[in-house]
Structure formats: C-alpha cells, structure tokens
C-alpha cells in the first residue's frame, strides 16, 4: 500500500464530478464542510475477481486519492458482501455463498474468509490504499433487520418466499437506471405473487425443509438479507445519511443502486429524487465496462482474466493500473495483451525518469514551469477525474530536464500520490516478473546478456547471434530496439 497524498496547499479549482443521478457534472459540495465521506461497493466473495471487477476499486482509489490531494479528510468505507446476493441480479436462483460453498466442500464462512483475502491481496498489487473501514455483510444483519422493520409497514408486503418492497411506494424508482418502462425493470425475472415486476427482496425467507448456513431469525421468518438491503445499512451506519458519494461499476446503475436508493428514499421519508439527497447519497458515481474481445472476462469461462493470470504472464498489475488510468473513468476501455504490454514500457518510462530523482531531498516547488504542471494537473483532475490529460503532465514533468532535483522529486510525489503508481519507490526490475513455468531465471539471462553486449562490443557478430538464439530457444526475447535501452521479457 502507498502513504497517503499530501494536500494542496491551495485547494485550486474546484472539483467538479459527474453525478449519474442527473446525468450531469456538477461541483463536489461536501455534506461536512473539509470531509469526503465515499462508500464504494465491493465484491461478493465467492469466487476471485477479474480484472474487470478490479477496474472499480482503481477507479474508487483514484477518487479518494484526488479527493486527499484536493485537502479533504477523507472516509472510505467498502462492503464485503458475504451474503445475500443470489446468482442473478434478481430475485431467482441460489445464492452465490451458499452454491460455491456446496461446490468447494467447505463452509460459506471459509470461503467467504478465502476470497476476502485474495481480494485484498490483489488490491494490494494494484497499490490501491485501504478503505477506512471494511464493512462485512453478516456483522450488519441485526440493522438489517431493524433498517427493515422501519420501512415495512408503509412500503413492503410478505409472501412465502420473504419480504418484499413495493416498488410504486417511492418516487422516480429507477431514475438512477432511466430504464424503466410499463412492465418494469427488464432484468429482474418474475417471482410469484409481487405486485409489480420491479419489487425486490429485501428479506429471503428459507423455504421449508431447507436449512442454509447463513440464516438468521426475523420478524418475517428465519432466512437471510437481500443483496441490496446490506448497502443501505452499511451506509448509514458507517457514513450516515446522506453521505458525498456512493460508486460502483456501471452493472450497478441498473438494479442494485436504483433498489438501494429506493430502500434510501424510505428510510429518509420518501422525497423526490429531484433533490439528490434522499437517495442517500449526493453524488452516485459509476466507471465503465472492461472489455475483452477475447471472451475470458467472465467467471463462467474457467480461466478468466484475473490479475493472477498477468502476473503469471509477466505483466506487472500496476501495469494494469495504468491502463485504467489511461482511459477515462466514465469510458469503455478495451483489454488486449499488446495494450497491457505497451502500458508496461510507458509505466518503464516513467519509473526510469523518477529514479533520477528518487534519492534528492523533496524540496518545495517555486521552478514555474513545474508549478504550472502541477496547477495544469490540478485542473484536469478537477474535470471530473481527467485522468488520460493528468498522465501526461506527469510525463511532462518527469521528462523536465535542467530543474532543480528536489522541486522535481516533489512534483512528480504529488501527482503520483493521485495515480498510485509507486515511481518512487519501484525500480526497472521491480517491474519484470518471471512468468510462471519459466525454464530460465534472470541471473543466467543476464549473465548471457553481459556477454552478448561484449560480443557485439568487439563486432563478433556471430557470437552474438548465437548467444540471441541460445536466449531465444530459452523463451528469452531480446528487445534491442527498447528505447529505454536493454531489456528483455519472458515469453509464455
């Protein structure tokens, strides 16, 4: 994990966000004047996540990271989802626990603690900082169960199969989606005996004969929470209501938030989304898809993309974290292995550049070509997370020849603390992983390299061609036009 960024000391523009409730950019206005208070939704552990899934926590740590760097204090708190989310969206199929428990041989509890920890491992990787606080699901059952008995006589109805809420009780359900039509949410499938298409579960009741690991007593049976009722709950509890800004991937634009503002708008007495608050939330933030025109990004596929599998590739994931930022938030961003390598060279650049600095004492900046970097920079991030014109201001002041090292070193640790991209703390090497099933190690690729460059050194070209093809046979490729000088990758 990297140290928390240093605030401006002048705040600069004002930070300007797009608000997917409106569908406009509108200036951040904090709810508690010099605090952020940002709750981000997180994976439900069953299974590892894929690098599409990852994208949201690099795009969440981003906006924490610039919200820090704009001078606020900032809270962040992410859910673990442990329980409650069922295999589709809607309220149909087996929850996601308790199917992946049955199929691993394990308790829910195991594997709910399991994939917690890969989760986090991989955040880990990708620098991203811990939330203030992890919040997990099964810890906030008895708020669940008194979060609902405060909403259900005016805007619930039971039937066998649990608690559900009427939909028509609140004002503009589904603005947040704009989907709505005349039957209703599209994806949700139809359960019997709901009044309307829309209605969800806000409490599963364990059907009879059936006993699940995870259940709980309630006034409404023994059963479990709705996957959407936890967000709600963990929300208020931790950030209150309303807080600044609630993210998620743009899947969650479609069900899950516009059921979790409902439930909000309950709570807080149904008014009108016209007034974003009573949503919960000022500001409801989403970034893109990740696409892969390969096809491995789901689960379902068996070996999907996950950030494992790049390492095992070698392909650092930080490298991976750039790719994220060089695409804006509210963007589709394509996945390919050539992208992911182009990425790695230019976050080499970067990391090489910085290394000219690293050991210079940090001096403040007064240089006025790198003081308008950094006021540029301040501005880009300040357009709703401009971050692709950010990273190349960052370019530009890590290429900055003729400035004083320690104003530059201060620079470049005060836009880096926005990217997380640790340029001055990695090196060259930190970046080369060897790739799983690797029949050479790097101690004899370089020892053949040294003597290669002698070889070519002295213009005994056939020697050096015979050294390239031992390197070759070994899955070595020599990259001699690497603009950064030498280098090499492992091939898989």
Sequence with gaps: MTDAPAPLADSGPPLRLFNSLTRSVEAFRPVHPGEARVYSCGPTVYNYQHIGNMRAYVFADTLGRTLSFKGYALRHII???????????????????????????????????????????????????????????????????????????????????????????????????????????????????????????????TPPGETRQMEWDSPWGRGAPGWHLECSVMGEAELGMPFDIHTGGIDHREIHHPNEIAQNQAYRGCGSLDCAEHSGARMWMHNNFLIDRGGKMSKSSGEFLRLQLLADRGYHPLAYRLMCLQAHYRSELEFSWDGLGATLTRLKRLVMAAASVREADPAAVADRRLADLLAKFDAA??????????????????????????????????????????????????LRLRPKGAAIDEAAIDAILARRRDARAAKDFAASDALRDELIAAGVEVMDGDPLGWDWRLET
Aim: charged share 30%.
């Design 381 to 430: 991030l300040s357009d709703d997370l401009n971050t692709p014109v950010a990273l190349t201001l960052l370019e530009e002041a890590a290429a900055m020849k003729k400035v004083d090292a320690g104003q530059k070193r201060a620079a470049l640790a005060a836009m880096d603390a926005v990217f997380g991209l640790q340029l001055l703390t990695l090196s060259r090497e930190d």
């Design 79 to 205: 859910n673990i989802t442990d329980v409650g989310h069922l295999t589709s969206d809607a309220d149909v199929g087996d929850d996601k626990m308790e199917k992946a428990a049955a199929s691993q041989g394990k308790s829910a509890w195991d594997v709910a603690a399991f994939y917690t920890a890969e989760f986090k491992r991989d955040l880990g990787w990708l620098g991203v900082r811990d939330p203030a606080k992890w919040t997990v699901a099964t810890d906030y059952v008895p708020r669940m169960i008194a979060f609902a008995e405060r909403i259900a006589a005016a805007h619930c109805y039971q039937l066998d199969s649990g608690l559900y809420f009427d939909v028509s009780t609140v004002a503009d359900y589904g603005r947040l989606a704009r989907a709505v039509t005349d039957e209703g949410e599209g994806r949700i499938d139809e359960v019997e005996g709901k009044r309307h298409a829309a209605d969800f579960a806000i409490w599963r009741t």
